[in-house]
């Protein structure tokens, strides 16, 4: 028996039998649930991306995509390194080297100024974290050592000279260890208030420890004679010498701001014998009549002394016709350009005691000679005249 419903005639042929298979697909599979909304969803889309690279074994994914997303890594990984292996070389490195050079020439800088007494300094440890601690050439630049070592040393400097004053207020400056000179201390201020800090910190300023030294030397060794008690003189010695510091280049003296204390000459330089003889003749026919008048002169410097300090001869006259003798004979020499160039003189020079055996050993070879800046009245005149338009 035929128990099948009826048709329905309000539905088209068919439509029961499209129905039906609609109910068994629906049964067979079942719709997904509609998702809820989540704030977190493009998160969870991160994480599972990551989870397809990460774990290739909770996605089934295939080999050929696996194969593709490792040679990306791979390439990624090689670009990301070039890029900064390409920093480091072109830029960071070189940045760096530029950085630490600039900072070895500032700190060596500033460890050629703030030496010696000053090498401990406040201000040389300031100055050296300033350095150290700069990040670009720049800032150590900006650091301006010069300026504050200047400061510095004439402060310590004029302290110096002012503890270190002799008795007739001078000082001994000592330059890079090697030329002495003696000077008023006025003079050494000049000299501190003048330089900066690449000058003053080879200077040493020291109370003078002199001693009078006696030499005996040639006229040529003796500025040509004309150096009188309380000259300033500067000594230098010729290329002869045996001191094992000469040298033809040499351009500064061995010992500068040296005071001649007294000078002599031989005792044969003060021996005078002259004879002056004037003739006339005078002719009458064949007659005739010389006349001759001579005049002579004979004395002895030294003996006239001694005469009168035995009060054979008035000591003051005596004294005021002989004062400065031997310096007149010299000046009468230079102005008629004759002389006794076979003078020899003895001279007491006042010098730096270090210096005495330097002298004594180079007596022969040493030669005096006049600074200009304390140059004899006549030379300042001779100079003077010379260059006047």
């Not at 050629?112 to 040389?124: E, F, H, I, M």
């Not at 002199?210 to 309380?230: C, E, H, N």
């Not at 008035?314 to 031997?326: A, I, P, S, V, W």
């Not at 005691?353 to 006049?370: A, H, P, R």
Request: with cysteine; net charge negative; charged share 25%.
């Amino acid at each position: 028996m035929n128990n099948r419903k009826p048709r329905d005639p309000l539905y088209p042929r068919g439509f029961e039998q499209t129905q039906e298979l609609r109910n068994q697909i629906s049964e067979e599979f079942p719709k997904p649930n509609e998702k809820e909304d989540d704030e977190l969803t493009p998160l969870k889309r991160l994480n599972h991306k990551l989870g397809v690279y990460l774990s290739p074994k909770s996605v089934d994914i295939s080999d050929n995509e696996k194969k593709r997303k490792i040679g990306i890594i791979i390439t990624t990984i090689i670009i990301f390194t070039l890029i900064i292996s390409a920093y480091y070389f072109i830029v960071y490195e070189p940045a760096q080297q530029e950085l630490s050079l600039a900072k070895t020439t500032k700190l060596n800088e500033l460890h050629d100024l703030y030496s010696g007494a000053l090498t401990t300094s406040p201000n040389a440890m300031i100055l050296e974290n300033h350095i150290n601690d700069a990040k670009t050439p720049e800032e150590i630049s900006a650091v301006n050592i010069i300026l504050e070592a200047t400061k510095d040393w004439r402060s310590y400097q004029k302290k110096t000279v002012n503890s270190n004053m002799d008795k007739y207020g001078r000082i001994m400056a000592v330059y890079e260890n090697e030329s002495n000179t003696i000077m008023p201390s006025s003079e050494a201020m000049k000299i501190i208030n003048e330089n900066d800090a690449t000058i003053l910190s080879k200077i040493k300023f020291e109370e003078p420890n002199t001693v009078s030294v006696p030499i005996l030397v040639s006229r040529l060794q003796a500025g040509a004679g004309l150096v009188k008690v309380g000259s300033i003189v500067d000594i230098y010695t010729n290329s002869n010498g045996t001191y094992e510091d000469n040298s033809t280049n040499r351009t500064c003296p061995e010992i500068s701001g040296c005071t001649v204390l007294s000078i002599m000459r031989y005792e044969e330089n003060g021996e005078i014998d002259s004879e002056y003889s004037k003739t006339k003749m005078t002719v009458k026919g064949n007659t005739t009549y010389p006349k001759e008048k001579t005049k002579g002169f004979s004395s002895d410097v030294l003996e006239m002394i001694k005469g009168a300090i035995v009060e054979g001869y008035d000591e003051h006259e005596t004294y005021e016709l002989l004062k400065g003798y031997g310096v007149k004979l010299s000046n009468y020499e230079r102005e008629i350009n004759l002389g006794d160039l076979d003078a020899q003189y003895m001279l007491l020079i006042e010098t730096p005691q270090d210096k005495v055996n330097y002298i004594l050993e180079n007596m022969d070879n040493i030669v005096l000679t006049i600074p200009t800046s304390e140059a004899p009245d006549w030379m300042v005149s001779e100079i003077s005249s010379t260059y006047q338009y």
